[in-house]
């Protein structure tokens, strides 16, 4: 390990000082048209009408595709596995009928240029009528509240459950209850650049629908893409261009990815996709909105006896991609590196009039880690004791791993294979 701590040059690094990177918005082909988004502008409606008329008859649109204009099959799949009914509350690539978020697509300008397809969106008229919104999880799950998507029974999307131990055991006979409730805001990435895309379709030849961008799921993308379009993997291929920042946002499939090859292949002509910054924060995935209420029992030496916890999702209009990975992975890992003979949670992602979230940097973990750290803290002061001697008795040692935390998200186990953490912490204390 003599590469840790030590300077290294940076691969790549000297072509994108100098200016010689490839970004989307540097991308060019020759014949290629630009794409604007038109987006809702209310976060709950009935879409009452759309006339396009006005912006086709704006010289240099090429066209304006609703949803009218696209296959059925143009949704956002999940990419994980996800409870029975999770498909109710699938995204389509333009609204159907109704909007759900303020930013939602409900129609695609192409035109000559972006100016020309900026000035037809507002030419696009599309009557709304107005629907009551849940904002709010608490509203959401209200009685009587309005649901997002009528086919469904709840705005609750599931309930999973995660049972380690007897935790109501745990809790009935300790010497310390700790209840508390947090709430981590809403956020989003952000990143320097916005998304983009540039779609080429094949020539009069044939040949491959080739789409350069800079989502990082590739293989992932292409596999959801290709039944789309009605071609096989094969026949589509996906480059990953240079990236102005990812954090998570671009590991996404998004309406766009859907709908700038589908102008593509209709009008036989390269179509690039530019997003505004404005476009970025309303419509990219927001991320991390969640309630943690949790319950953690200790004796009286500070080792925990049991944790109980319900988590409130909010993950917005549409289980979109891995809108449920975040909050499955908080509710698995919120034990943490300690030893939690007893655990039980139950987590609930609700669907909202917002926009949908997804993965950021690390999803699921600060989430979690501030709940845990925090009840930590105040056990410690509770207890009498130090807040690093509360931890170091709780740490999982060496000689347990690999150590089975009982929690499983996705199909997949928590265990943690190898690792010295009380040596780490140790090693932390030394450096603060």
């Given amino acids: 390990m003599t590469s840790v701590g030590t300077a290294h040059p940076r691969l790549g690094g000297e072509r994108l000082v100098r200016g010689a990177g490839q970004f989307v918005a540097d991308i060019s082909r020759p014949g290629m048209l630009e794409a604007a988004v038109l987006r809702s502008s209310h976060p709950h409606a009935r879409i009452a009408a759309v006339d396009v008329e006005r912006a086709l008859a704006l010289p240099g649109v090429r066209a304006v595709l609703t949803a009218a204009d696209i296959t059925e099959a143009a949704v956002i799949v999940n990419r994980v596995p996800a409870p029975a009914g999770a498909e109710r509350y699938l995204q389509p690539a333009l609204a159907r009928d109704v909007v759900r978020y303020v930013g939602e697509p409900v129609a695609l300008v192409v035109a000559d240029d972006r100016y020309v397809a900026e000035d037809a969106l507002d030419l696009v008229d599309v009557s709304y009528d107005p629907l009551p919104a849940c904002v709010s999880v608490a509203e959401a799950l209200q009685p009587g509240a309005p649901r997002l998507f009528p086919r469904a029974d709840s705005n609750n999307v599931a309930v999973i459950q995660m049972r380690v131990g007897d935790a109501d055991a745990a809790l009935a006979d300790a010497a ?72 998570g946002v671009r590991g996404e499939l998004y309406p766009e990815d859907i709908l700038i090859p589908l102008a593509a292949l209709r009008l036989g002509r390269p179509v690039r996709w530019l997003e505004s910054r404005r476009e970025n924060l309303m419509a990219a995935n927001h991320a991390r909105e969640v309630e943690y209420a949790v319950e953690m029992a200790f004796e009286r030496d500070g080792r925990i006896r049991g944790m109980r916890a319900v988590i409130h999702a909010d993950i917005g209009a549409y289980v979109r991609t891995a809108a449920l990975v975040p909050a499955e992975f908080g509710a698995a890992l919120l034990p943490g590196p300690y030893r939690v003979p007893a655990y039980a949670c139950d987590l609930w992602s609700v669907v909202t009039n917002k926009t949908p979230v997804g993965t950021l940097r690390s999803p699921g973990r600060p989430e979690c880690n501030l709940a845990r750290e925090r009840l930590m803290d105040l056990a410690s002061a509770r207890l009498a004791l130090d807040p690093a001697e509360i931890r170091r008795r709780n740490l999982i040692r060496p000689d347990e791993m690999p150590y089975d935390c009982g929690t499983t998200s996705f199909g997949v186990t928590t265990v943690y294979d190898s690792g010295d953490f009380p040596a780490l912490f140790d090693e932390l204390l030394r450096r603060l």
């Fill in 176 to 247: 310390l209850v700790l209840r508390e409730r947090f709430r981590y805001p809403r956020q989003t990435a952000a990143a320097l650049e916005t998304r983009g895309l540039v779609a080429v379709p094949p020539g009069p030849q044939g040949g491959e629908l080739h789409l350069l961008g800079s989502t990082k799921c590739i293989h992932i993308n292409r596999g959801i893409l290709a039944p789309i379009f009605g071609i096989p993997p094969g026949a589509l291929r996906l480059t990953e261009v240079d990236v102005g920042g990812g954090f």
